[in-house]
């Protein structure tokens, strides 16, 4: 415990000049009107303890906020405020703490000195820290068990009882307490702890479902490691190290035999690398797998099986659609002629029609005249009755003779002409609608040769030989299927056992 001693104060809010206390009775009573400096007085021994502690929205006074430290009338501002503390042993501590223009600056210095029972003196943040010792206090400790501030006391005195309790907390320093009990009843802990209780109790059934799942994992893995030959002494640590570094000699060894290269995989010293040698091991094994020599041989044949049946497929149909042309339109040949039959026919027709078209001219003029003297023996031209039109001269029955001439002779002749000349359009026609038919046929056919030539193309260059008229190309083909089989046949032997090899490797 210390006592207060002796109090000086210079410049702080209202003391202007140097003013000392001294406290040496056990009870010093403060009494005066009011802004005579009690409070001041208070507030010097305060700041001197606690600095700026006490000051602002931290402290819950609503007077700190923008407190003014330095007096008034005072410039510049110059604040010094001194403490004469005694321990229980009776030895004396010397606090000063100031507050004044520091060099060309506008800003005050706060300033913290210790002089000590022994002689000695500590500043700055030594002094923090040996005042911290000697005092045992917090600010907040100081104003509830130390200094109660008047506003805390007027609480008491001047609020409704209701109000009391609350005061009487903030003058105990309780009511943070308080507010924290209010906080965690309004909280329902209850409930959350419920709740929290609830899912501890579902973590913990996924934690033991993750766990047998865990264990038996780690079964299934004895288990298998044994059907792979392994005891069970050997399943631990270093014989899983023995065995990493096994398997990658014999996986070297197995690049040597077939000629292919393996990176740099180095076997772990420690068992917790083992999982990264294991991945990196797998990812060669499954490159070797696709890259052994016969495993690229059996691709390249399947491959070449793939592409020769459906060569042969497209030959065999390519010449069923050229034997069914060749057959349709020899079959047209033999029944209506080449192109230069009909050729020839249409020109016939032609000509014939020429022919029978000037016949018929001829006669339709003859048809005219008649036509024309029975118009005028018909009119009422005075003496045209019986009257030749051409040479005059009077004929009996002239009228009914021309009548019957038109009748018997031009219009049946006429008539006949005209349906020989049709009957010769309708053939003429005919002809025609067949040379394009045979037109037709011939472009069919060589189309149908065209694709089967180049399918025979197609066969030439994946057999590496030329395909002649006397080559059957489905023949040649199904006897290069056949070589294939056979060699397939061989390989699946050979890849079975190398990929034995890496099964038990991996």
């Known amino acids: 415990m210390i006592s207060l001693r002796r109090l000086t104060i210079k410049g702080f809010r209202a003391y202007r000049e140097v003013k000392e206390f001294s406290f040496d009775s056990p009870m010093v009573l403060l009494f005066g009107e009011n802004a005579r400096g ?37 410039k510049p501002p110059n604040v010094s405020v001194m403490l004469e503390l005694e321990d229980k042993e009776g030895r004396r501590y010397v606090i000063s703490r100031s507050l004044a223009p520091h060099g060309r600056r506008r800003g005050l210095e706060e300033k913290l000195r210790i002089n000590l029972p022994e002689g000695g003196l500590v500043e700055g943040e030594g002094a923090k820290a040996r005042l911290q010792q000697l005092v045992k206090l917090s600010f907040r400790d100081f104003l509830t068990t130390v200094y109660q501030h008047q506003e805390a006391i007027r609480a008491v005195l001047t609020q409704e009882p209701r109000d009391r309790n609350d005061a009487i907390d903030r003058l105990l320093g309780l009511s943070d307490y308080r507010n924290i009990l209010t906080g965690i009843e309004g909280a329902r802990l209850e409930k959350e702890q419920r709740e929290i209780g609830t899912s501890f109790d579902s973590f913990a059934k996924e934690v033991e479902v993750a766990l047998q799942t865990r264990k038996t994992d780690l079964k299934d893995r004895a288990v298998k490691a044994q059907q792979k030959g392994l005891g069970e002494s050997q399943l631990n640590q270093r014989e899983a190290l023995k065995i990493a570094e096994g398997a990658k000699d014999r996986l070297v060894e197995f690049t040597h035999q077939i000629g292919l290269d393996l990176p740099e995989i180095r076997v772990p010293k420690e068992w917790k690398d083992l999982s990264q040698f294991e991945r990196a091991l797998e990812r060669e094994i499954r490159r070797f797998r696709s890259e052994i020599p016969e495993v690229m041989r059996q691709q390249d044949l399947f491959g070449n099986r793939s592409r020769i049946t459906e060569l042969r497929e497209a030959s065999r149909r390519e010449k069923e659609n050229e034997d069914h042309a060749r057959r349709k339109f020899q079959d047209f040949i033999r029944e209506k002629g080449t192109g230069k039959v009909l050729d020839e026919k249409i020109k016939g027709i032609l000509e014939e029609i020429g022919e029978k078209k000037k016949t018929l001219k001829k006669t339709n003029a003859r048809a005219t005249l008649v036509k024309d003297a029975l118009e005028y023996l018909s009119s009422d031209v005075k003496g045209a009755q019986d009257r030749c ?45 067949s040379s394009q038919e045979y037109d037709r046929l011939k472009e069919g056919l060589e189309s149908t040769k065209k694709r089967a030539n180049e399918v025979n193309r197609r066969i030439a260059k994946i057999l590496g030989r030329e395909i002649t008229e006397r080559d059957d190309p489905y023949v040649l083909l199904n006897k290069r299927l056949g070589s294939i089989t056979k060699e397939l046949k061989e390989l699946e032997d050979v890849v079975s056992s190398r990929q034995d090899i890496l099964d038990g490797i991996a």
Not at 42 to 64: D, P, Q, S, Y
Request: hydrophobic letters at 30%; a negative charge.
């Open 38 to 74: 009690k409070s001041s007085t208070l507030n010097a021994i305060e700041w001197c303890l606690f600095g700026n502690e006490c000051m602002g929205k931290g402290t819950g006074i609503r007077e700190r906020i923008n407190w003014e430290l330095p007096n008034r009338n005072t």
């Open 389 to 433: 039109p051409l040479c005059g001269n009077k004929a009996a029955n002239l009228a009914e003779h021309l009548k019957e001439e038109w009748e018997e002779r031009i219009g049946g002749e006429v008539r006949k002409l005209q349906k020989e000349i049709d009957n010769l359009r309708m053939q003429l026609e005919e002809l025609e609608g």
